[in-house]
């Protein structure tokens, strides 16, 4: 339900317990509390490991061991993994949901598609195949099957704050801020309405995210501070301490960098994703070659799901990307910002998607190749056609593009 701190809890309390009950049970209730409270992906794995070898004809450590899987990047392997649990239980029909999810990570919207159909056989709620079919549409680049799937998520109870939260991601993905902005506002209207406050600061931080990187710094500022006052989330401090030193707050992404690493010592995702990248921003624009050692921890899970209640897939490649590209190795970030691009399935809508084709102009006209910096700008401009007009960052595309010509 979106609840982290309650479900922490529970798990935290159940942890305590442990030696009150069967030795599969307490493997069980072992392997969440790394998993949720510690966030030790590596600790987690490790204990469904032996819970999988204890009870090998168990469906729930594959299943559990694929989304750990996801978090590391490993998608290919989480397939094997869903499908391992799948054998063991084929009547589960969120099971196929995880399985299609995997797929579109790896860009494979058929095989999502087929997923979906097997738990559509077995009585999944609609809502929960429309909300993965919604992103294996946008691999199609079909916007007419967007728009339908949305229409029918808008009409589902728990579901019409996250369609609006995807929309508003899609509209900023091609330069329309405005209008994710407003997007986002109903988002956030909607899970409070719910009671989901979490997942209303998630939809406020990634909105103050995308503005930052687009160069709205006043108001990336604003919509940052407004998700702290919501939550302290690892994942909703993060990605505003993110906004934050993006728009020129460092010395207040710091301090929100530094309760995260003091939380969550053991936290995979914070360790080597969210305080890589919340570094890395802080320190871009005044010292690059410090930015490029910032970043240097977050390769090991760089391409890695870290989207529990928001999406923030693929943000430590991108960084080193800038970073690369401001200590002026512009072949390499080159490599860095394809990397994104060959990634569509990992990155989907975010914006980082659409800027990386910016920033792979950038390079290549460092590298002195014009032709292919012209390719790559024209790329970016033509998905940015109709942007709004007064956006920094496409101001900045449009003049450098014209120096190029």
Partial sequence: MGDNEGATTSVSMAYNLRSRVSEQERLNIESMYQAFVTGDMEAARNEHRIWAQLY???SIPPGRLANIDLTMGQYEEAIIEYRTALSLDPDNGMQYVNLANAYTFINRPDQTEAALRDAEARHVNPAAIDDILYCAAF???????????????LKQPNYED????????????TGHLGQGRELSEAA??????????????????????RDALAGNSEI??????????????????????????????AAQSEQV???????????????????????????????????????????????????????FNGYPVYFRAEALLATH????AAAEFQKIIDHPGVVLNEPIAAL?????GRSYAMSGDREKAKNAYQDFLSLWKNADPDTPIYKQAKAEYANLR
């Fill in 56 to 58: 090998a004809h168990d």
């Fill in 139 to 153: 691999l199609r680049h079909d916007a007419g099957a967007m728009d339908n799937i949305a229409s029918r998520l």
């Fill in 162 to 173: 996250q369609i609006l939260n995807f929309e508003s991601d899609s509209a900023a993905y």
């Fill in 188 to 209: 956030i209207a909607s899970a409070e309405h719910e009671g989901e406050k979490e997942l209303a600061a998630g939809y406020a931080a990634e909105s103050a995210l």
């Fill in 220 to 249: 990336a500022k604003l919509q940052a501070r407004r998700a702290l006052s919501m939550s302290d989330v690892s994942q909703v401090e993060a990605v505003a301490a993110i906004a934050l030193a993006l728009a020129g707050e």
């Fill in 257 to 311: 960098a530094a309760d995260l690493s003091k939380r969550f010592p053991l936290n995979t995702a914070v360790q080597f994703n969210y305080l890589p990248v919340i570094k890395t921003a802080a320190v871009l624009s005044k010292d690059a070659t410090k930015a490029l050692q910032a970043i240097a921890p977050a390769q090991r899970y760089e391409l890695g799901w870290m989207g529990n209640n928001l999406d």
């Fill in 329 to 332: 190795q512009g072949a390499v």
């Fill in 356 to 360: 990386a084709r910016l920033g792979l």
